[in-house]
């Protein structure tokens, strides 16, 4: 299926970048250097399995404001089962007092670097499949500050040994290139390093000068140590790279304990969904915990920390963190989402700056990752940023 595509005949590659990425004008986004708390402005959702231009929206794990075509994206982590990988554009209109209904404006396949689709998992895993690549897994979307270019992040696939990546790719969805990685984050099929499934890069975020980049693990890596429990955090890592992949630190995030107990038998876990970087060394990260009842139902809990990595130790030659005391980074707690009293805390994953409202604070988007499945939803939570640390308040020191 064709998605947004571009004709190639005839187009040399620079005229393809070129006619991808202009015309563009630069925006400084509308960030608080710090945050002191969120109040709630409204909600809105999408319909269950809504189809848009033969697609069908849902599974939207990241969200991001495009500040210089006053749009935003959001991409979804379909692993190309439904419809190829792909990210949507849409408008949102609100102010400080209301939200309006979101209008879907555009759809975008996302390319492989040889120009083919992302293959299916059951594409990927049957005997007589020629294709090349790997099968998608994408959880977060940015839209580059300086050239209007995407970049987007896959957790792999420990199952089928596929690694994780970031990526970066033209608006009409054609690959730029992929950041290089340290070796510490391919995936181990023996289980003993790496990335844990589906625990890989959940999160990532330009810095406010657009220079640099920050990703984040969902989870702790095999060789950092256990999972959540209801009994005890985990600590998991965020690293801070070069437009080039050179690591320029990472820090030890301690993760939560998992809020509640689930059921006999049943699931729970605890990880970072996204951040956002909001100075040179502090981000906004989102804690995300899914805990399955005795009926089968998940329970959704969602916490925003302001963190700040100043004096926490760089563990990036650190090999594992168990039997290791590092100085963990700061954080301090903006809000607990149980807090607005909604009638459903949904599988929130996504999380951007939008433009300033009326008395010039940053507005806070959030989006829910519906899984397809139809007792979830597809939530936007608007949100005014307060900016400013609230007198008292400290960060919890770890």
Not at 316 to 343: E, F, I, M, W, Y
């Amino acid at each position: 299926m064709k998605i947004s595509l571009l004709n190639l005949a005839g187009a040399s590659v620079l005229t393809i970048v070129l006619a991808a990425c202009a015309p563009f004008a630069p925006v400084k986004p509308a960030m608080p250097d710090t945050v002191a708390s969120l109040r709630f402005i409204g909600e809105q959702r999408l319909p269950w399995r809504q189809l848009y231009k033969d697609t069908m929206v849902g599974g939207l794990s990241g969200i991001d404001y495009d500040a210089a075509n006053d749009d935003w994206v959001m991409i979804s982590d379909d692993r190309s089962a439904h419809n190829p990988a792909r990210y949507y554009r849409a408008r949102l209109r609100y102010d400080g007092q209301s939200f309006q209904p979101v209008e879907l404006s555009g759809v975008t396949e996302l390319l492989q670097p040889d120009g083919s689709s992302y293959p299916s998992k059951e594409e990927y895993k049957r005997k007589d499949y020629k294709g090349g690549g790997v099968v998608p897994d994408l959880e977060t979307i940015r839209v580059d500050p300086r050239d209007g270019s995407i970049w987007y992040a896959s957790e792999g696939d420990v199952a089928l040994g596929l690694d994780p990546f970031v990526r970066q790719a033209t608006r009409d969805g054609r690959h730029l290139s992929t950041l290089p990685l340290p070796p510490m984050f391919s995936v181990s099929t023996e289980h003993k390093t790496g990335p844990r499934l589906n625990q890989a890069f959940e999160g990532l975020s330009f810095s406010p000068d657009a220079k640099t980049l920050w990703a984040s693990l969902e989870g702790p890596m095999y060789q950092d140590g256990p999972e959540a429990t209801p009994l005890h955090g985990a600590v998991n890592r965020i690293t801070h790279f070069a437009r080039d992949g050179k690591v320029l630190g990472q820090y030890a995030y301690p993760l939560d304990a998992i809020p509640a107990a689930p059921g006999k038998g049943k699931y729970a876990d605890n990880g970072i969904s996204e951040i956002l970087a909001i100075g040179a060394t502090r981000l906004l990260v989102m804690e995300r915990a899914g805990v399955e009842g005795d009926d089968g139902k998940y329970a959704v809990y969602v916490r925003i920390y302001e963190i700040d990595t100043a004096g926490a130790t760089d563990i990036q030659h650190t090999p594992t963190l168990q039997g290791a005391s590092p100085r963990l980074v700061k954080k301090r707690l903006v809000l607990d989402a149980a807090s607005l009293n909604l009638p459903i805390i949904d599988n929130l994953e996504g999380m951007s700056f939008g433009p300033l409202l009326a008395n010039g604070h940053a507005s806070l988007v959030l989006i829910s990752d519906d899984n397809f499945g139809k007792d979830q939803v597809t939530q936007l939570l608007l949100f005014e940023v307060i900016p400013g640390v609230t007198p008292g308040v400290r960060y919890r020191l770890e």
